[in-house]
């Protein structure tokens, strides 16, 4: 990156990404590619840059130095000294470019203490849906991912090697993210499960999200075709069975053609040999609830352990209010 090139990253980064991924960019063109062509002095490159990113001033801008600053009323610098691999930015405009997701995250987990709410953004980058906070929908659904989880694990490894601020916590929070959500809801689900007991979690990660699993015999016949995909799957040995939870939204379960195919897919997939479990957005909201079928799960899991102490319980209920009323929230998620 040159002297005279803005490098934005951080909440600017956030919000040029959620639109381009709607917008259809692919994952594959970030590194290189130029969007249109300009070449302006600073104040005009802040607004090209604001245009791009569809987001309000100031806009976020990466510097290695305080020295390197600009004087811009458009242009909130962040000094950050973390590196930029190859392919590390995406030229929008000549002079201007955006930092990419895995960077873009650990920029904003140097800013935040809130690791849940890098997780959430790590799960949307790396699911099938996007936020739109401008739009009334609130967020779109069916597009590519932008990263995996595995690539964003490879650079905050990479960073914490450097000392690169923000890097740490980065790591902690994608330790945790599973390739594949295709909704906020199933996010919030993937969180709380994902997340150990001492961290107020309930202990119950290593789940596939929109894993597609093979049919045969009564479970092919009843559904007619020979996979399906469910929402979370703990894989075990054959004979055991999968474990299986169904995230049923208000949106797509509440019809009656649509409850009828729901209990045609729980049916399959029982006679198949698995342990199924559902659970509806309003009993996601339910915490008591939402304990006694998480407790059920680790029970098909074989999953042995004691009663959560006090001190587990207060954080098993702030996380959830965090999660599914995001009381607390620290980032903009």
């Known amino acids: 990156m040159s002297g ?3 490098l934005v990253g951080f909440g600017s980064a956030l919000n040029f990404w959620r639109r381009a991924r709607v917008a259809g960019l692919a994952a594959g063109d970030a590194g ?13 490159l802040a607004a090209a840059g604001l245009l791009a990113c569809g987001c309000d001033p100031p806009l976020d801008v990466v510097v290695p130095s305080a020295s390197m600053r600009h004087n811009c ?16 930015t995406y030229a929008v405009g000549d002079g201007i470019e955006v930092c990419s997701i895995p960077l873009a995250l650990v920029q904003l987990a140097a ?5 849940v709410g890098v997780m959430m953004l790590a799960y949307e980058m790396t699911g099938t849906y996007g936020l739109t906070p401008w739009r009334d929908s ?19 490894r990479s960073a914490m090697a450097l000392g690169i601020r923000g890097a740490k916590r980065a790591h902690e929070a994608f330790s945790y993210v599973t390739d594949g959500s295709a909704s906020p809801r199933e996010t919030d689900l993937a969180i709380l499960m994902a997340l150990p007991r001492r961290k107020g979690g309930f202990g119950l ?3 596939l999200l929109n894993d597609r699993v093979g049919l045969s015999g009564m479970a092919r016949e009843l559904l007619g075709r020979p996979t399906i995909k469910t929402d979370f799957r703990w894989k075990r040995e054959k004979r055991a069975g999968d474990v299986m939870l169904e995230y049923e939204s208000d949106e797509r379960h509440l019809a009656p053609q649509d409850l009828a195919r729901d209990t045609r897919r729980r049916e399959a997939l029982m006679k198949a040999g698995h342990h199924v479990h559902c659970i509806t957005n309003e009993q996601l ?46 980032i903009d998620a």
Do not use: N
């Open 4 to 6: 005279d090139t803005l």
């Open 32 to 44: 290189g590619r130029v969007l249109g062509g300009w070449r302006f002095e600073t104040g005009d």
């Open 205 to 207: 990660d290593g789940f």
């Open 138 to 156: 609130g967020f779109e659904e069916r597009i590519a991912p932008l990263t995996s989880a595995a690539a964003l694990m490879d650079y905050a």
């Open 73 to 88: 009323d458009l242009i909130r610098d962040h000094v950050w000294r973390g590196s930029v691999p190859p392919g590390g």
């Open 285 to 330: 909201k339910d915490y008591d609830h939402l304990c006694k079928l998480m407790d059920s799960i680790a029970l098909d899991l074989r999953i042995r352990r004691g009663k959560p102490s006090p001190a587990m319980e207060v954080q098993r209920r702030e996380l959830f209010e965090r999660v599914v009323y995001g009381i607390g929230a620290d």
């Open 111 to 115: 800013e935040t203490q809130d690791v």
